[in-house]
C-alpha cells in the first residue's frame, strides 16, 4: 500500500536536519514509529522497506542524523558529531513533529544511540527495538575480527596490510572489504537500490563515520573505539526486542550480550539474515515487529523533553 508523505527540515545546532513521514495518522490506539539509522555516517534510506510498517496504522518517521544524508553536512564541525549531540536531536526531532509518544527502532548504529537515549530514561517510549546492534565495540571489533578471520586468506591478508600501511583509502581494500559486507551486512547481492543510496552517500561522504568508527567495521579506530554500556543496561526499563541475522557481524554474542542486559526483552533471530534482516526477511521482519509493537502500545505517561 502506498501512503502519502512530508518531508522537510528541522533546525538544530544552526544547521538543519532532514526528515520524512510516511503516513498521515495513527488508527486508535496504535502510536508512530521513529527510526535511527546506522553508520554512524549513514542515512535513512537502507531502512527504506520498514516504510511498509505504516501499512500497521501508524506513521512512520525517518530522519537523516546530522552529517548525513540529506541533513546538513558541515564537514568542518567535527565536534558536532558525538553521541551528545545526537541524543539532542532525537529530542528535537520528536519535539518539532510532536513525538510526543513513539515507538522507537534504532538499526546498528542507531540501536547503539537508542540504548544511550533511553538509558537516560525520556518519557513517551512506549517501546524499544535494538536491531543488530552491539553494547561494546571493543566486543564488536573482538567478534568482527573472528568474522573477518573466516575471509579467504589472501583477502584477509590484503585487508591488514592496507590497515597497517594506513591506506584504507585504497580501491584494492575498499574491493576487499566488500567480500566481508557480501557476506556479513547484507547477504542480497546486487544491494537493493534502497541499500545502495545509503553506501553511495556515505562512500561521498564519509567524514562521520571515519571520526567516530574509522575506516570499516573491523578496524574501529574513531571516537567510538572504547565505546562500553554493558554495564548500564539494566536502567533500560521499558519492553524491548533484540534482532539480529544469523550471519550478522552483530553476531549472536553481541546479541545475547544486548538481550541479558536488558530484564524482559525479547531476542529474534533471522536464520537467513545478516546484519540488514528488515532488507534481507522484510516480510517477516516486520511481522515479527509489528506483534511486538502492537503488544505495547499502552498507556504512557505525560512527555517531558
Known amino acids: 500500500m502506498t501512503h502519502p508523505s512530508v518531508e522537510g527540515y528541522i533546525p538544530f545546532q544552526g544547521f538543519k536536519t532532514w526528515y520524512k513521514i510516511v503516513g498521515t495518522k495513527e488508527d486508535p490506539g496504535k502510536l508512530p514509529l521513529l527510526l535511527l539509522h546506522g553508520g554512524p555516517g549513514a542515512c535513512h534510506d537502507y531502512l527504506w522497506s520498514l516504510a511498509s510498517m505504516a501499512d500497521t496504522g501508524r506513521r512512520v518517521i525517518f530522519y537523516d542524523q546530522l552529517g548525513c544524508g540529506f541533513s546538513?553536512?558541515?564537514?568542518?564541525?567535527?565536534?558536532?558529531?558525538?553521541?551528545?549531540?545526537?541524543?539532542?536531536?532525537?529530542?528535537?526531532?520528536?519535539?518539532?513533529?510532536?513525538?510526543?509518544?513513539?515507538?522507537?527502532?534504532?538499526?546498528?548504529?542507531?540501536?547503539?544511540?537508542?540504548?544511550?537515549?533511553?538509558?537516560?530514561?525520556?518519557?513517551?517510549?512506549?517501546?524499544?527495538?535494538i536491531a543488530s546492534s552491539p553494547a561494546s565495540m571493543v566486543q564488536w571489533v573482538s567478534e568482527a575480527n573472528k568474522l573477518r578471520e573466516q575471509l579467504p586468506t589472501e583477502i584477509n591478508a590484503l585487508l591488514l596490510e592496507h590497515e597497517a600501511a594506513g591506506t584504507t583509502d585504497l580501491p584494492a581494500y575498499l574491493a576487499a572489504m566488500t567480500e566481508f559486507y557480501n557476506r556479513h551486512v547484507c547477504r542480497i547481492v546486487p544491494n537493493p537500490d534502497y541499500v545502495q543510496?545509503?553506501?553511495a552517500k556515505l562512500a561521498a561522504h564519509p567524514e562521520v563515520y571515519n571520526t567516530m568508527n574509522g575506516p570499516s567495521e573491523f578496524h574501529v579506530i574513531g571516537t567510538l573505539k572504547n565505546w562500553d554500556i554493558i554495564e548500564q543496561l539494566g536502567t533500560i526499563k521499558i519492553p524491548t526486542l533484540v534482532t539480529s541475522g544469523k550471519y550478522d557481524e552483530a553476531t549472536p554474542l553481541i546479541a545475547q550480550t544486548v538481550h541479558n542486559g536488558i530484564a524482559g526483552s525479547e531476542w529474534v533471530l533471522f536464520e537467513k539474515s545478516s546484519h540488514t534482516a528488515h532488507v534481507e526477511e522484510s516480510d517477516q521482519y516486520q511481522l515479527v515487529l509489528n506483534a511486538f509493537i502492537s503488544k505495547h502500545e499502552g498507556r504512557l505517561a505525560g512527555t517531558n523533553f
Open 197 to 199: 543510496r545509503s553506501f
Open 72 to 129: 546538513s553536512l558541515d564537514v568542518s564541525k567535527p565536534e558536532l558529531w558525538t553521541i551528545e549531540i545526537y541524543l539532542e536531536e532525537i529530542d528535537a526531532v520528536r519535539q518539532a513533529l510532536g513525538l510526543e509518544r513513539i515507538h522507537l527502532l534504532g538499526q546498528s548504529w542507531g540501536g547503539m544511540l537508542a540504548m544511550e537515549y533511553m538509558i537516560r530514561q525520556p518519557q513517551g517510549v512506549a517501546s524499544l527495538t
